[in-house]
């Protein structure tokens, strides 16, 4: 049976080709010591969900899933998401590509865009269906679907100074990767809604006032965060930790759930007039804005 096992093992890491894959938005690094997979976003030409970063990061889920399996579970304690640009952990979902499926009126491929973004929230959500912790090291600001895809671990580590914040709503649309839902489980539902129907951004700080960040580092000092939380030097951030879980065992969000906001929201973009539609494109200028090098 052993033998059985191993070599179905091998079929699929073949059929992944998982051991010598190369992303091309994507950066991996395997913590041996500490045992976490290190996944760093590099959305091109911006740092946001790409269909090419989404194909990228499903690809090494799998990966991660796999050698779980063949370890039967010891491979990986950790899986940290974090970005590979200064100053942005992600910008949200590719408004251009957005666009111009809105102005298409392609529900069809709007709609498998739209599935394509839940996916990765929804294996955070559910720890990739393995025994290791989430965590999301955010050194830069995160929007929209970014501020969405740091929510969904179950650790969030930022930096001071960073800034998140749901800009969807100054073209009349919402965040439709799972932001209610999750902020919903972190604060309640007033809260939420404030969040997420001001168009404000807020700080790290604020945030972390509220419970919404975990662990607030000092600008450069995420990553020493991190390590402080996994050695358990941060008693504050581990029973967080601990209250998350029950959360989750309290109001688990389903792929169900997602889904069906995924469809309202495609629903209601696909009729966005012109008007909303004009500021659409005045934020897609500002996410399209080269980065200074």
Avoid at 12 to 35: F, G, I, M, V
Avoid at 185 to 206: C, D, P, Y
Wanted: net charge neutral; aromatic share 10%; charged share 25%.
């Amino acid at each position: 049976m052993r033998n059985s096992v191993r070599v179905n093992n091998a079929a699929r890491s073949d059929k992944y080709n998982l051991e010598h894959h190369e992303y091309s938005q994507l950066k991996t690094h395997y913590d041996k010591k500490n045992k976490i997979g290190w996944l760093y976003m590099n959305g091109v030409p911006r740092p946001y969900f790409t269909p090419q970063l989404l194909n990228d990061i499903a690809h090494y889920h799998q990966h991660v899933q796999l050698e779980m399996e063949m370890s039967e579970q010891t491979q990986y304690d950790y899986l940290v998401f974090a970005s590979d640009e200064e100053n942005i952990f992600s910008l949200g979902r590719d408004l251009e590509l957005i666009y111009q499926l809105v102005k298409q009126q392609n529900k069809e491929k709007l709609s498998l865009y739209a599935k394509n973004c839940i996916a990765p929230l929804y294996q955070h959500l559910t720890h990739l269906n393995s025994d290791l912790v989430t965590i999301s090291l955010v050194q830069g600001d995160a929007l929209g679907g970014g501020f969405e895809a740091a929510l969904s671990t179950d650790i969030i580590i930022a930096e001071r100074g960073t800034q998140f914040g749901f800009p969807e709503v100054l073209f009349n649309s919402f965040p439709s990767m799972g932001g209610f839902s999750l902020l919903n489980r972190k604060v309640g539902t007033a809260v939420a809604e404030n969040i997420m129907l001001s168009g404000q951004l807020f700080t790290a700080e604020a945030l972390y006032e509220i419970g919404i960040i975990d662990i607030l580092a000092e600008k450069g000092d995420a990553e020493l965060e991190l390590y402080k939380f996994i050695k358990g030097k941060n008693p504050a951030a581990q029973q967080r930790h601990v209250i998350r879980k029950v959360k989750e065992a309290c109001n688990p969000i389903s792929y169900q759930e997602l889904t069906r906001i995924n469809e309202i929201w495609v629903n209601a973009i696909l009729k966005t007039n012109e008007k909303d539609l004009r500021m659409m494109q005045r934020l897609i200028v500002r996410q399209s804005r080269p980065l200074v090098s």
